[in-house]
T-cell receptor
Framework: SQQGEEDPQALSIQEGENATMNCSYK?????LQWYRQNSGRGLVHLILIRSNEREKHSGRLRVTLDTSKKSSSLLITASRAADTASYFC???????????????FGTGTLLAVQP | NAGVTQTPKFQVLKTGQSMTLQCAQDMNHEYMSWYRQDPGMGLRLIHY???????DQGEVPNGYNVSRSTTEDFPLRLLSAAPSQTSVYFC??????????????FGSGTQLSVL
């Protein structure tokens, strides 16, 4: 079963606009990560946020984490055509013995940035 | 460094055939994993390994075998291919265990079709 679910499934914006994608998850986590996948390629890590962090920035990326709502958001500011890709959140699942060694991915958001 | 290398990039099999998807990394990573990616399903974890000689099951392990005889290699075996195994397969590795908040490095994928 999926741990993370992204919303929306697809998003189309104009260059220069901001893009926001959301991720909800089901169980307690140790960390949450965001990855990007260009069409036909492997995934590339973007940013990791730990469960005790609320916000993290990396260049034009801003990630927030709300553990009380079990949700995270990825904001891409001033988007570019080159940002066109699928974006996935991924979490480890905390069980009774602590964090697992499994990184579980959501179903992804397909972002299209129109030039 | 080549990173994570997967071979072959494309493969067509007939139902019942067997094959091995190869994965090698040159980053001295302890953790390696296999995912499959299907439309609308995101990435699902098949098997993973936390070190040479140690493997464990992921979310969808049935129909797949793995072994880890060296730190560098983590092959995925399909013993008797089925059409339901038509998918894109990704190998990924990380420096440590997921409990240490490590990011995954992905290979470029193997597109497998089972007729």
């Amino acid at each position: 079963s999926q741990q993370g679910e992204e919303d929306p499934q697809a998003l189309s914006i104009q260059e220069g606009e901001n893009a926001t994608m959301n991720c909800s998850y089901k169980t307690s986590i140790n960390n949450l990560q965001w990855y990007r996948q260009n069409s036909g390629r492997g995934l590339v890590h973007l940013i990791l946020i730990r469960s005790n962090e609320r916000e993290k920035h990396s260049g034009r990326l801003r990630v927030t984490l709300d553990t009380s709502k079990k949700s995270s958001s990825l904001l891409i500011t001033a988007s570019r055509a080159a940002d066109t890709a699928s974006y996935f959140c991924a979490t480890d699942k905390l069980g009774g013995g602590g964090a697992t060694n499994k990184l579980i991915f959501g179903t992804g958001t397909l972002l299209a940035v129109q030039p | 460094n080549a990173g994570v290398t997967q071979t072959p990039k494309f493969q067509v099999l007939k139902t019942g055939q067997s094959m091995t998807l190869q994965c090698a990394q040159d980053m001295n990573h302890e953790y390696m994993s296999w995912y499959r990616q299907d439309p609308g399903m995101g990435l699902r974890l098949i098997h993973y390994s936390v070190g040479a000689g140690i493997t464990d099951q992921g979310e969808v392990p049935n129909g797949y075998n793995v072994s880890r005889s060296t730190t560098e290699d983590f092959p995925l075996r399909l013993l008797s291919a089925a059409p339901s195994q038509t998918s894109v397969y990704f190998c990924a590795s990380s420096r440590g265990l997921q409990t240490t908040n490590e990011k995954l490095f992905f290979g470029s994928g193997t597109q497998l079709s089972v007729l």
